[in-house]
Each structure stands twice: as C-alpha cells, then as structure tokens.
C-alpha cells in the first residue's frame, strides 16, 4: 500500500511544488538583472498526458488467459517536472522579461497548490494509520 501511485503523484507532486517555488523566488530575485529570461516550471501538463497515454509511451496491456483474470496495464513512469525558459514575454529596457505582478500572483497559486498537496498527504498517511490501528477501535 506504501508503494500506490497515489502516494507516488503526491510525492513528484510536492517535489515540483517545491522547484517552482524556487524558480519563482529566483525570476523575482532577477527583476532588476539586466538580460535576465525568466523560467517557469512545467509539470502538471506532463502528468495529464502520462495519465492519458499520450505521451509517446506505449501501454503495455498483460495477456488475459481468461477474462476473470484482472487486467493491468503500464502507463510508464511519472514525468519529471522541467524547467522552461517564459517565451514571448514583454522585454523591459535592459532586457528583462520578468513581471514581477504576474510572478507574485504564481507564487501565491503554488502556495496555495503547495498546502493543498500536503493537506492530501496527511490524509492518506491518516487513512494508512487507521488501517493500521484496526479501524479506531
């Protein structure tokens, strides 16, 4: 049960949430560096495509003797989140393309992002405890 996907999409989930928040903190650090690009990280859209299939991974599906066998199939592994440089943003004078209103706002979402992944950890790690423990007897 430690080992669910779940737990492993919670875990890459805050890993990223993490990373962005340092990529974040460094475009706002910048914002006055002259030639600085700013970056963004990308990783939900990565998971959307793994979780349908469409990420050039092929699904392995197991071979069935029998129908009542359960079938399980193999959508590869989570996606790593990467690092992008922001394309198309407004330059300022002295070559900065970060915005520092748009850049706040991001960091307050993954704050927000960030607490609501580890509300959900806790709640599995919670439902795992009562399992444990036998139900709350």
Known sequence: MLESVHLHVLERSLDTAMLRQRTIANNIANVDTPQFKSKRVVFEELLQQELAGTAGLQKLEAYRTNERHIPFN???TLPMPQIFSNVGNMMQHNGNDVDLEFEMNELAKNQIWYNGLTQL???????LR???EGGGR
Not at 121 to 127: I, S, V
Request: hydrophobic share 30%; no cysteine.
């Open 74 to 76: 193999r959508t590869g």
């Open 121 to 127: 950890t806790a709640g599995y790690f919670q439902k």
């Open 130 to 132: 009562s399992v444990l």
